[in-house]
């Protein structure tokens, strides 16, 4: 199940506007282009945002995701029409090949043990033709992110039309070993609702990452430094291995 800032309509309503700069997304419509992707499968969608503008420009695009407020908001964007949208997750797809799997921002770190990690990797394993590529992110475990998860960094208060104004942030609740565990608090002050959502990211090493993968019948092409966060991510970049 989604975590409640994806799940609860009243949350996925305002994701984008405490999300809004999404130049993050730049590098992967960039390899779309680089390796000439003509269909895309993006896992984890969200609200839509790479999806739709890779659909306004022509691309064969399925976005899937598994919290069913955050595609309502996803299919109200301008190029939503020409996207297929599958609630669920990789486990659940169609029988379907494409030229690239991308997982942007911090979905490929939300798989938090070692069999559904294996799973997703499987499931994309079999939807990728032969020369197809995936591509992901993942934070640097030794940058330790986490340690600006708090409400003094990430602190917003933004005019969200429809909703007025509203009140965000995020705090770390616990870090235990590979796993950091962080909360969203959203104030909505036109009638005082507080919602919060409790999140939970795996911050796996290059190593274990490159094991994982290999494991999965997919091997590392590249791995490329994140543009919007140098020094702090790793950009991976995988194909099938050769039969």
Known sequence: ????IFENPRLASIYDPFDSDRSDLDVYES???EFDAHTV???????GTFACRLAVKGIK?????PAEASLNVAKTKQGADRVRWIHGNALDLPHLKVDLVTMTANVAQVFL??????????????????SGRLVFETRRPESQAWLEWNKEKTYQRLIVPHCGIVN??????????????FRWTYVFERDGTVITSDSTLRFRSLQEIIKTLNDAGLSVEDVREAPDRQGREYVFIARLNEK
């Open 61 to 65: 695009v399925i976005g899937l995701d």
């Open 31 to 33: 390899m779309v282009n």
């Open 41 to 47: 499968l993006d896992i984890g969608c969200g609200t």
């Open 168 to 181: 965000g942030w995020a705090d770390v609740t616990e870090v235990r070993d590979s796993l950091v565990s």
């Open 113 to 130: 043990t070692d069999k559904e990690w294996s799973e997703t990797l499987l499931a994309i394993r079999d939807t990728l033709h032969q």
């Open 1 to 4: 199940m989604a975590d409640e």
